[in-house]
């Protein structure tokens, strides 16, 4: 028990030496320093607070160490492109005293988050066209180099202005290079608006004014045209009529109606009032379809009436000789 508590006390010491170390204020530490302490901040698993202070220490001091402490405090933060991009500039350092001892472990390590990234090339045209992964620019075409990209599905988009844009799904997978073609097509340029020549102007043509319409019984007939298809619509809405009545007539006639205690039409009341409506609405559609067909045939009998009247005119002069008068008569 007594090993126990001296334990606990030991960690929280620990803990609260790597809070104070955190907090305190930066002064005029230097690169190592901030270093030393970035390093006791992981030990206490403080891995945001220790690579702030790596980050500094590394702008104003860089170093192949800072830079690795930087690669390793990413990777424990789940920034896997970030710690893989840094770690392998470490790495790719040579001869430097601190890192050759220890570039087994480290290659080992970049091996491990590695395993977590894939690699996307893409090729196309046109040249300076933009290329965008998940929304983010990462580039021009030609790129320099194939991306380091987490596996799984990205969202690819290449833009160039005047060209049509290109987007697709990408899938990484680990420790593999997707080769993608963006060729975009250009789009069409616009037409040149046309050029509108102005016709010279005709000269006025003169239309001699029509000769008087003689009155005719046009309009008459014309009535008697409208009568008549009036009529006609009114025959169809009372045929219409008629059947609405005739299939409630049948629906309130039909043992669906009849009932233990209540009589027909109490069962049925609204298939009744229905058949009602419609055979009055029948009944006054009727009434309008005989007045209209009568309408339409008087005003055609007066139209063509009045027409024969004016054809079986029978104009009079002078006759031939000194005296009488002579007619003649069209029919």
């Known amino acids: 028990m007594r090993w126990l508590v001296l334990a606990c006390c030991f960690v929280c010491s620990i803990a609260a030496y790597a809070q104070d170390e955190a907090e305190a204020p930066p002064g005029d530490e230097s690169a190592a320093s901030l270093v030393e302490r970035g390093i006791a901040l992981r030990e206490a698993g403080q891995d945001a607070e220790a ?3 790596f980050e500094r220490s590394q702008a104003a001091e860089p170093s192949v160490r800072t830079l690795t402490q930087i690669a390793l405090a990413e990777a424990a933060l789940g920034r896997w492109l970030a710690a893989d991009q840094h770690l392998r500039e470490a790495l790719a350092s040579d001869g ?9 472990v480290l290659e080992s390590e970049a091996g491990r988050i ?3 990234i894939g690699s996307l090339e893409v090729l196309g045209s046109p040249e300076g066209a933009e290329v965008f992964v998940d929304g983010r620019r990462v580039g021009t075409l030609p790129l320099e180099a194939p991306l380091r990209l987490l596996a799984g599905v990205v969202r690819l988009e290449v833009r160039a202005e005047g060209y049509y844009d290109l987007r697709r799904n990408v899938e990484i997978r680990v420790e593999t290079r997707a080769r993608e073609s963006a ?8 037409p040149e608006p046309p050029v509108v020549v102005q016709p010279d102007e005709p000269e006025p043509v003169v239309t001699p004014d029509p000769p008087p319409e003689r009155e005719t019984s046009n309009g008459l007939r014309t009535g008697g045209g409208v009568a008549l298809g009036a009529s006609a619509l009114f025959g169809a809405l009372a ?3 008629y059947l609405v009545r005739e299939n409630n007539v049948d629906t309130f006639n039909s043992d669906g109606c009849l009932g233990p205690t209540m009589t027909r039409i109490q069962n049925c009341r609204s298939e009744y009032d229905r058949a009602k409506r419609a055979e009055r609405a029948s009944a006054v559609m009727l009434a309008g379809a005989g007045a209209s067909a009568i309408t339409g045939i008087v005003l055609f009998i007066l ?8 054809d079986a005119a029978m104009p009079c002069g002078p006759g031939p000789g000194e005296l009488g008068v002579s007619c003649g008569a069209r029919f």
Do not use: I, K, V, Y
């Not at 430097?96 to 087994?104: G, H, N, S």
């Not at 975009?184 to 616009?190: F, I, T, Y």
């Open 96 to 104: 430097d005293e601190w890192l050759e001892p220890r570039r087994a």
């Open 303 to 310: 139209g063509s009436g009045s027409e024969d009247s004016e």
């Open 183 to 190: 060729e975009l097509a250009p789009e069409p340029a616009e």
């Open 51 to 53: 690579l702030a202070l």
């Open 239 to 241: 045929l219409t009529m």
């Open 114 to 116: 590695g395993r977590r």
